[in-house]
């Protein structure tokens, strides 16, 4: 079946840096997500991507919907310690509302 | 308005007992999805429900799994004989639209 591959696991960073995580699929989505997941909370969506090529902003964060429709990336700058989590990444396949979710990208922040 | 709420927040039941999970979406939304979160894991398809029309089910691990939805309101996920492989996170979703999902806290579930 459909999945995404998440990259890094996981990322241990000083307070100030910037991040840079992504995500590749062997098949094409027609949206792309990113959620965030704070412990013992359900995930909160970040950034939504709809068209290939796309690049998005939400404050520090920014996201790109890959050109091959393929893949996706997100950064975030000048991180922060309230930025720790764990980061998935989401395609919606075509056609459909399944929505397919990385593994997520752990994020340590070190003030 | 209420966002996503699920109970019980923490369930512990013993190996071979059936659990009942309850999800109740934000009003209005018409589709529903159901998730398993492994600890350390990323989140795990298990079912959607979609208005009226058939579930997809594809993503439940096996005949112990159930889901049912009344209309587009309340939604329980049934285990039946728990197995402590069982043990997780099952997080609720719901939507409006084809794309963003609102996750509820979550049902943490231990089987001993």
């Known amino acids: 079946g459909q999945q995404l591959n998440q990259s890094p696991q996981s990322m241990f960073i000083q307070e100030g840096e910037d991040v840079s995580m992504n995500c590749t699929s062997s098949s094409i989505f027609n949206t792309w997500l990113w959620y965030k997941q704070d412990p013992g909370e359900g995930p909160v969506l970040l950034i939504a991507l709809y068209k290939a090529g796309e690049l998005t902003s939400n404050g520090r964060l920014t996201a790109q919907f890959g050109i091959t429709r393929k893949d996706s990336f997100l950064n ?7 930025d720790v989590g764990i980061y998935f990444c989401a395609g919606v396949a075509t ?17 | 308005g209420a966002g996503v709420s699920q109970s ?39 079912i959607y429900f979609q208005g009226n029309s058939a579930p997809d089910k594809s993503g ?45 806290p979550g049902t943490r579930l231990t089987v001993l």
Do not use: M
Request: net charge neutral; glycine share 10%; charged share 20%.
């Open chain 1, 76 to 82: 975030i700058s000048a991180s922060i310690p309230s």
């Open chain 2, 60 to 104: 439940l691990p096996s005949d112990r799994f159930s889901a049912e939805r009344t209309g587009e309101s309340v939604s329980t996920l049934t285990i039946q004989r728990t197995q402590q492989e069982d043990s997780a996170v099952y997080l609720c979703a719901s939507s409006f639209s084809s794309d963003t999902q609102y996750f509820g």
């Open chain 1, 95 to 111: 056609g459909g509302f399944k929505t397919i979710f990385g593994a997520g990208t752990r994020l340590f922040v070190k003030a």
């Open chain 2, 8 to 46: 019980p927040s923490n369930k512990v039941t013993e190996k071979g007992k059936d659990v009942e999970l309850r999800c109740d979406p934000i009003s209005g939304h018409t589709a529903l999805y159901w998730y398993r979160q492994r600890l350390g894991q990323g989140l795990e398809f298990l």
